[in-house]
């Protein structure tokens, strides 16, 4: 049924900040990049900016999570670039790290490193 992770869509509310803000803490720039849309291929994941918010109401129900090789360091830099801290970091077993930041329009970025 489901095969993988292939696209993440985060809706702003700013394009052209949010793509700004998103090229400097992935240090990727975006593949696709026009007033409807911008999109990044991070590592062939395809992370997407949309700016209609038609029906997008405040809050997340769910959580994705970016696989980061150094969660502290990640979370510093998210801090320091805007983002908020919503779900600690904690070990949930196994050696395994997690944490959840909101990016500055709201949207969750779960974080998971090890295994």
Same mark, same amino acid.
């Given at each position: 049924m489901f095969k993988k992770l292939r696209t993440v869509v985060y809706? &702003?509310?700013d394009l052209a900040k949010a793509k700004d803000w998103?090229?400097?803490? $992935?240090g990727?720039?975006?593949y696709f990049d026009e007033p409807f849309? &911008?999109?990044f291929d991070i590592n062939g994941c395809?992370?997407?900016l949309d700016p209609d918010m038609t029906n997008v109401e405040e809050g997340n129900h769910s959580f994705v999570y970016w696989s980061v090789e150094d969660i502290s360091g990640c979370l510093q830099k998210?801090?320091?670039a805007?983002? $908020?801290i919503t779900d600690p970091l904690k070990e949930v077993g196994g050696g395994i790290r997690v944490a959840v930041v909101n990016d500055p329009w709201g949207n969750a970025l779960g974080l998971i490193e090890g295994a």
């Open positions: 809706h &702003v509310s998103y090229q400097q803490i $992935t990727i720039a975006p849309y &911008v999109g395809e992370m997407g998210l801090e320091k805007g983002a $908020t």
